[in-house]
């Protein structure tokens, strides 16, 4: 990938964090956004693309864990975003787990490894199909937990990765905190955001720091991530009370 490219940067969408990231992502990275269930990765990446399709992108969502319909009924419901709009003008599309060709959920009999190559093989053909800016899948342990070997499991999340920085796609990955499957993901990506709750007196706040982002400096502090109608943003502010 050439250094002009490595320096582009990508707008988030969500206000306050391009500030953390000094700027944005680096076009065409893996960038993994990370933490406990009911942290809000979900309305991160949603609104990550959403900021693409808003400036007349095509962008890309894999879902492995639920139907699309679902996720695009809840953040109408939650905030008001309009997904099917973006998806009719063909700027948002969708794959989730009732494409036949990835069958996660009918996954037991197949070898792991086998179904992650077929995932990499239809993620590779839908990204030259659809030539989207920015790719947004949740979550990729669906895919992983079945992987025994901690040298098997790194090669395969390479593969995967490398099949974005290929195509010059802007991507964030969510991964939960579990069985240790999150450090092993993050360890690949160009950037990690790690978002948590905190709880400090009596108060219960999420938080966002950046944990790592290759080739740039970032805001080394854990800040306030605020949820209200209008979506995420990220206050200039510590959860931790003085």
Excluded at 124 to 129: M, R, V
């Amino acid at each position: 990938m050439a250094d002009a490219d490595m320096r582009e940067r990508v707008n988030t969408g969500i206000p306050g964090l391009d500030e953390m990231l000094r700027g944005g992502y680096f076009k065409g990275t893996v960038n993994v956004v990370s933490g406990d269930s009911g942290t809000g990765k979900t309305i991160f990446g949603t609104q990550f693309i959403l900021e693409g399709a808003k400036k007349g992108e095509k962008v890309m969502c894999i879902i492995t864990s639920e139907e699309s319909k679902s996720i695009v009924r809840e953040m109408y419901t939650s905030f008001g975003w309009n997904l099917e709009e973006y998806v009719n003008k063909g700027l948002i599309v969708f794959v989730d787990i009732t494409d036949p060709s990835l069958r996660l959920q009918k996954s037991v009999e197949i070898a792991p490894s086998e179904l992650i190559k077929s995932f990499k093989k239809l993620v590779e053909s839908k990204i030259e199909e659809i030539q989207p800016s920015r790719i947004f899948i949740d979550s990729i342990e669906a895919l992983f937990l079945a992987i025994e070997s901690n040298y098997k499991l790194r090669t395969l999340i390479d593969d995967v990765f490398g099949v974005f920085r290929k195509h010059e796609v802007t991507s964030v990955i969510t991964v939960g905190a579990m069985y240790g499957l999150d450090s092993m993901v993050e360890y690949g990506a160009d950037s990690v955001v790690k978002l948590g709750r905190i709880i400090a007196g009596n108060n219960l706040q999420r938080s966002i720091y950046v944990m790592k982002m290759r080739g740039s400096g970032t805001i080394n502090e854990v800040r306030v991530l605020n949820i209200s109608d209008s979506g995420m943003q990220v206050l200039a502010q510590s959860p931790y009370l003085e």
